[in-house]
């Protein structure tokens, strides 16, 4: 929403950088940066580098405040364009001339409609503070943020009609007339799927303690926002665990502690870069509209293989498009890189779609005289008032769109082209090419297609064959990028892709191209230029050897050389999964039909989006998916997976390579290729279950009759001689595994298997916290059991959380309010997400209520050093003293420490930076009392700040005998 430019006012710190260009910046106020932890109407800002700078619009989702800064960038843009003296202006100009506009913009709206606007807005954001205090009041979730509420009904015995309330981290109902009231955390939820009950569509939710029907008229979006939140919860429980189990493995090589209560050094490197000083936080996802948004990106990326960056700004439907001689109708979808268009519904005999990059795009024009405008007897003709051309350096495109949506679209679509050309170094933008007129020949020599082991006989003779079926299609289709996806792609993909275009194709369809034109074409260079912060390449050396050894191409230096240099690019693009076994196969094989560069795309893209759990160090997708293929075979290979288990075989140890490696070296080379088409083709990554059971079901009665389970694998991959012996029994299979089917398999044995990765690594932190703290090992075991149960059984808890079981624990400190709660959230939330870890918790408690001089001195310090220079000033320093006064006094019940009669004395007067002395003193530091005077004297370089070396020395000072009972290491 557009205010009068003002002076933006916020503290360094208080203000996180979300996207910044050369002359806006959008900021969003960082999670628990207020003391008070209210909720902030606006937390969203768009500022214009001014000196100073000025808000000029505010909103509460990023969305909206994305809608304003396009606006603005395109109303610099539209200005420019009109006046091309705005060009020669600087930048200081330029921002002032924006200033000037933004300030007649709100000129110009009229106070009646501006105050109509505001009015709407405040009265929706009391509306849905209202709707969320209730929710908080009922279920007593203070602190839980509602994302969204609905009209629904739980279907028992008979339907109870009531509101559903999804938050955060909880899914809750509650029926005012029947008083049936269901709080669920998410992260207990086992499953989530529409079925049908008593004959009723309905979503069932299945969790640890109990399971229910919902009924609603707005049942699908209900589903889809159950999933996402669903998903969010588990991720982040997923995250934790990870984490965790790093922490775990680094403790035992180390040979240290895993926990500890002995904090950091308050000055450590590594405390600073936890608690960093800056960096934008990430977004969080709490509004319907922005997970919304999510859905549609998410749903965009997959639909067209974009990147995981790529975000949809608009969508159209009802477009017709002509392209060629074609018309189609359909949807229209533009992103910041990419133009899209799809009609009808993936898998449907009419489908259609095709992608066009922006800087494949010379130019748009409005009309059209194209010939085939005017249509055929059988084809409405294109209205030329309502067309924008599409010139690419190929060929051209027609779109169809009604008149009052057709110039606003035209705006768009010339922005987006101009900001593509302006943002990305034309030095470095990959220019348009097509499948045949650059030559990339397989690194297949004709003794190793002899290989009957790996090949068919009539290898060679039916590629020759598919090679004009193919050239036939592209020629009327496309060749490159914007080839046209449909049914008869698909056809040609199952029946194999020739070796001469299979390396290009596999770029086109599984989206590695799209990726490498996002990314530019210097961006593996640079990787390679980087090759030296790469942690693993002792890793990838040892498996360089391992991969196809017996392969001509892999027997040479150049061979070697180019599959090291794929694999260490790609751990230093993305350190998170860095390296996995299996990766080094994968690469090599990509590397037959593919150059360095354009492999490692492909190995991202794989990585990335096709199986994104498969290689991170965790491997949850690979082990989720070996539980959903376990569950296939017992459903549709009972005997087979009985027969199996009774063996002693675990049928992972069998399939777990298959899926990592994707068949490659456990079918013959010449399936796994055609494996390999369809994995990247319109089939995507779930025919490898479909290849999977095929495996078993045309072996059935071989692998029954096969007492030694260890000798199976070799049995399966030996019965394969032609991929037509496997391949069309897969695509029967594939038929019938439908994506909805999958996905809810995966959904439920994905919450089961992170619930069992996170159960582990909680119980082997539980055990070496209790090693360490005070408390013993029973009253660990119950803060954790307090802190799970206020939190949903997660390790996690917000302020509102934090604060009530704070109080809980340490009652009389939250009553007489002399430790700022919020100091100490922020003190303990180390990754700035709003939240603290349960060990930290309890680590921190255990020093508050027992801990030693030492750890208390330390997090005293740690407290009021808020900026994480290693000084804290003389008014932390004053509070600092008050905090530890209030310890001893409170909290050590330690019965052989003496107490001195001073420990009484008024906090006021023991904390005062007053320099006047008593008038009654006789002491020989009579010149101020003990804090001013400690806090002078320690501070040897005279900078009126101390660092921790100075703090302890000023809290060892002789004024404080008594007061403090300190006997610290005078190291």
């Not at 700022?820 to 603290?836: H, N, P, V, W, Y």
């Not at 003389?874 to 509070?879: A, F, G, I, P």
Request: with cysteine.
């Amino acid at each position: 929403m557009w205010i009068k430019p003002e002076i933006h006012k916020g503290g360094l710190g208080m203000w996180a950088t979300v996207q910044s260009n050369e002359y806006f910046e959008i900021l969003k106020r960082r999670i628990g940066f207020s003391l008070s932890m209210k909720s902030i109407p606006n937390p969203f800002r768009l500022i214009i580098k001014s000196e100073p700078s000025q808000v000029v619009a505010e909103a509460a989702t990023q969305e909206s405040i994305q809608t304003d800064l396009d606006a603005a960038t395109k109303m610099l843009g539209d200005a420019i364009m009109e006046n091309p003296t705005l060009s020669k202006l600087s930048s200081e100009e330029l921002i002032n001339y924006l200033l000037v506009r933004f300030q007649c913009m709100t000129v110009e709206l009229p106070d009646s409609e501006q105050k109509k606007m505001r009015e709407e807005a405040e009265q929706r954001m009391k509306a849905e503070s209202a709707t969320e205090e209730n929710f908080q009041s009922i279920f007593g979730l203070k602190g839980e943020k509602l994302v969204s509420s609905y009209t629904c009904s739980v279907w028992e015995r008979v339907p109870k009609a009531g509101i559903l309330y999804c938050s955060h981290n909880y899914v809750c109902f509650y029926s005012a007339l029947s008083g049936r009231s269901i709080k669920t955390p998410f992260v207990e939820i086992k499953s989530i799927v529409k079925e049908s009950y008593n004959g009723v569509q309905t979503i069932k939710i299945e969790a640890n303690k109990e399971e229910y029907w919902l009924v609603s008229f707005k049942l699908q979006e209900i589903l889809t926002l159950l999933h996402q939140l669903w998903d969010i919860s588990l991720n982040r429980v997923l995250k934790s665990a990870e984490k965790n189990l790093e922490e775990i493995e680094a403790a035992y090589v180390s040979g240290k502690n895993l926990v500890s209560t002995n904090l950091e050094s308050p000055t450590s490197p590594s405390r600073v870069l936890a608690t960093g000083a800056g960096g934008p936080l990430p977004l969080r996802m709490d509004s319907k509209a922005s997970l919304g948004q999510i859905k549609r990106d998410q749903t965009l990326q997959a639909r067209f293989r974009l990147p995981v960056d790529e975000t949809l700004s608009k969508q159209i439907n009802n477009v017709k498009i002509l392209r060629g001689k074609s018309f189609r109708k359909g949807t229209l979808f533009v992103s910041k890189n990419f133009l899209c268009f799809e009609s009808q519904i993936y898998g449907n005999a009419k489908f259609f779609s095709f992608v066009i990059p922006f800087q494949d795009i010379d130019f748009f024009a409005l009309g059209g005289t194209d010939p085939n405008l005017t249509g055929t007897q059988s084809q409405e003709p294109l209205k030329p008032s309502e067309i924008i051309q599409i010139h690419c350096a190929i060929e051209e495109y027609f779109i169809q769109i009604a008149n009052n949506q057709r110039d606003s679209l035209y705006e768009e679509l010339q922005q987006n082209l101009r900001e593509v050309l302006n943002t990305q170094n034309r030095q470095f933008m990959v220019s348009p090419i097509t499948v045949w007129n650059v030559s990339i020949v397989p690194k297949l020599p004709e003794s190793f297609i002899q290989n009957r082991r790996e090949f068919a006989p009539l290898y060679k003779e039916r590629d020759s064959l598919k090679l004009d079926g193919w050239s036939r299609f592209c020629a009327k289709n496309g060749n490159g990028i914007t080839m046209v996806k449909n049914q008869k792609l698909k056809s040609l993909i199952r029946a194999g892709i020739p070796d001469d275009i299979r390396g290009r194709m596999w770029m086109i369809l599984s989206g590695a191209y799209s990726l490498l034109l996002t990314k530019g074409t210097d961006y593996y260079s640079s990787m390679i230029r980087k090759c030296d912060d790469s942690l693993f390449k002792e890793d990838i050396e040892k498996d360089l050897h391992r991969s196809f050894p017996e392969h001509p191409h892999f027997q040479t230096d150049e061979g070697l050389n180019d599959l090291r240099q794929v694999l260490i690019a790609f751990s230093v693009h993305n350190p998170t999964i860095g390296y996995c076994q299996s990766m080094n196969i994968v690469a090599a094989l990509l590397l037959l039909y593919l150059p360095p560069e354009h492999a490692f795309y492909l190995l991202c893209t794989i990585c990335e989006q096709l199986v994104p759990d498969y290689y991170v160090k965790a491997m949850i997708g690979s082990i989720v998916d070996q539980k959903l293929f376990e569950e296939l075979m017992k459903n549709r290979l009972g005997a087979v997976a009985k027969h199996l288990e009774s063996t002693g075989l675990p049928l992972p140890l069998v399939t777990l390579p298959w899926f990592m490696c994707i068949y490659i070296g456990y079918v013959p080379l010449e399936a796994s290729l055609r494996i390999l088409d369809c994995f990247f083709g319109m089939d995507g990554p779930a025919f490898l279950f479909s290849v999977g059971l095929a495996l078993f079901q045309l072996n059935e009665s071989s692998v029954i009759q096969e007492k030694d389970g260890t000798v199976v694998a070799s049995l399966l991959r030996n019965s394969i001689t032609d991929p037509e012996d496997l391949l069309p029994e897969a695509f029967k299979i594939a038929e019938n595994l439908t994506p909805s089917l999958l996905n809810d398999l995966r959904n439920a044995h994905r919450a089961k298997a992170i619930k069992e990765m996170d159960t582990k690594s909680e119980n082997t932190r539980l055990r070496e916290l209790k090693k360490v703290v005070g408390f013993t090992p029973k009253e660990v075991t119950r803060l954790y059991n307090e802190f799970s149960a206020s939190t949903g059984s997660e390790h996690n808890a917000n302020f509102a959380k934090f604060e009530e079981l704070f109080g809980q624990h340490c009652p009389g400190w939250a009553e007489q309010n002399e430790l700022d709660l919020a100091i100490l959230f922020k003190l303990l939330d180390k990754q700035r997400s709003g939240t603290i870890d349960v060990m930290d918790y309890i680590a921190t408690l255990s020093i508050i209520l027992l801990g030693t001089e030492e750890e208390r001195v330390s997090l005293s310090f740690r407290l009021f050093d808020g900026d994480c220079d290693g000084f804290i000033s003389k008014d932390e320093y004053e509070y600092a003293v008050g905090l530890l006064k209030g310890w001893y006094a409170k909290f050590d019940d330690n019965p052989s420490r003496e107490k001195q009669p001073e420990i009484k004395e008024s906090l006021d007067d023991l904390i005062s930076f007053d320099d006047t002395s008593p008038s009654n003193s006789s002491s020989s530091y009579s010149q101020g009392n003990p804090v001013s005077v400690s806090f002078k004297e320690s501070d040897l370089d005279g900078d009126n700040r101390l660092d921790w070396q100075e703090y302890r020395r000023a809290l060892m000072h002789p004024l404080f005998n008594g007061m403090l009972s300190l006997k610290l290491d005078s190291k």
